[in-house]
């Protein structure tokens, strides 16, 4: 019998009691501060948090990015210290524990316990629940403009409280279990990141070399660049893919191009390579590779146009922007089609142990995060009381 079903047995042996969250917690909804009014964003000090903060650093945070005047505080009220932004809308699925006063965007709730469950609930213990309420709000979305929660059934939803020895017990597995799987996992990214170098050292020297038989040609005689079309959102539930500059975004029903690299030709993903399989739309921000010498195979074009630095080649200015010029100038080594195939062979391999998500490293990652996931579930699941 392990610690946790010792403790279970001793405090709560006819299962764990369930509250609804709106009875556990105070929920707000966070908001964006006038941008127009620099009053109340010039040299503030009240943290004020954005999907950004948990990308960049993490889920427990005590510093934002972005900083707001009290002048913007509304009613002078903020989120207390220790309580939980779990996002309801637009990008849903994340959450974080704040451990200062702080405010939000509008695109989380905050969570904070009300006073008679404050010596009922650890918030670390809530913080690794909500990693189960995420889910629940990934599968309970209403659609309009954007994905929201159903705030309805977000209030409803059934939290546990149990005794707090093994809400206890339990922080203390996970804490270690979570320290463990980072310290893993940051030793498979940068084996990872090794391999990604090697791969990138290998690819250079198999693409730029002389040699007898070998032509040196611009890009612009091998591609023919022409950018995307159409600069809606893609439709859900259409047949064919859909390119923009950061790769697959949804799917279309009409299609402009078939098995041929894109390119991302503005904004913050301007100079990205992505290959495009099969029939696919791209829209006006990518660039479609379209082959046009029959002496390059198309593959051992693409790594051709993986080999160029097009992202800092861009245009600077309010975005950046590769122009067409950028595309069709570098020049290129072209070995006879025999040779072509053989590096091709060389480096399709040595790309999927480094990037197919299937295989490699980038796998191994993958099985841990789940591997992780499914303990936590396991440890956060309770036989409810009667």
């Known amino acids: 019998m392990s610690r946790i079903d010792e403790l279970i047995n001793k405090h709560c042996p006819d299962g764990v009691v369930y509250k609804g969250l709106q009875e556990i917690f105070e929920t707000k909804n966070g908001y964006t501060p006038s941008k127009s009014n620099k009053i109340f964003w010039i040299d503030g000090t009240v943290p004020w948090f954005r999907m950004d903060d948990i990308r960049k650093n993490g889920t427990i945070l005590s510093e934002s990015l972005q900083q707001i005047t009290k002048e913007a505080v509304k009613g002078g009220r ?34 904070s316990l009300k006073p008679e469950f404050s010596t009922k609930l650890d918030m670390r213990f809530v913080y690794y629940y909500c990693f189960v309420l995420d889910n629940w709000c990934l599968a309970n979305t209403e659609k309009s403009s954007f994905s929201s929660v159903n705030m309805v059934g977000f209030k409803r939803f059934k939290f ?20 463990l799987e980072a310290e893993l996992e940051a030793e498979l990214e940068a084996e990872l990141e090794a391999r990604q170098q090697q791969y990138t050292h290998y690819r250079d020297e198999l693409l730029r070399f002389d ?160 591997q992780y996931e499914y303990y936590r579930n396991k440890l956060l699941t309770f036989k409810e009381a009667a």
């Open 78 to 111: 903020l989120f207390p210290a220790n309580s939980i932004i779990i996002a309801t809308s637009a990008t849903i699925g994340e959450h974080a524990l704040i451990t200062v006063p702080h405010l939000s965007n509008q695109r989380f709730t905050s969570l």
């Open 160 to 179: 546990p409280v149990p005794p707090l020895p093994v809400q206890q017990e339990i922080i203390d597995i996970l804490d270690k279990f979570t320290m």
């Open 211 to 370: 040699g007898e038989g070998v032509k040196k040609i611009p890009l612009g005689d091998i591609y023919d660049f022409q950018y995307g079309t159409g600069n809606t959102i893609p439709k859900i539930g259409g047949e064919y893919s859909v390119y923009g500059s950061n790769g697959i975004v949804g799917s279309h029903n009409e299609y402009n191009s078939e098995n041929s690299p894109v390119i991302g030709h503005i904004g913050a993903y301007a100079g990205i390579v992505n290959w495009g399989k099969g029939k696919h739309f791209v829209t006006y921000n990518g660039v479609i590779c379209r082959m046009k010498s029959e002496e390059v195979i198309s593959q051992y074009g693409y790594y051709l146009l993986l080999l160029q630095d097009f992202r800092s080649k861009a245009n600077s200015g309010s975005q950046p922007f590769v122009s067409y010029h950028i595309l069709q100038a570098p020049i290129v080594s072209i070995p006879p089609l025999e040779e072509q195939e053989r590096i091709v062979e060389i480096l399709d391999k040595f790309d999927a142990l480094v990037n197919d998500i299937s295989n490699g490293l980038p796998a191994e990652i993958t099985a841990r995060r789940q």
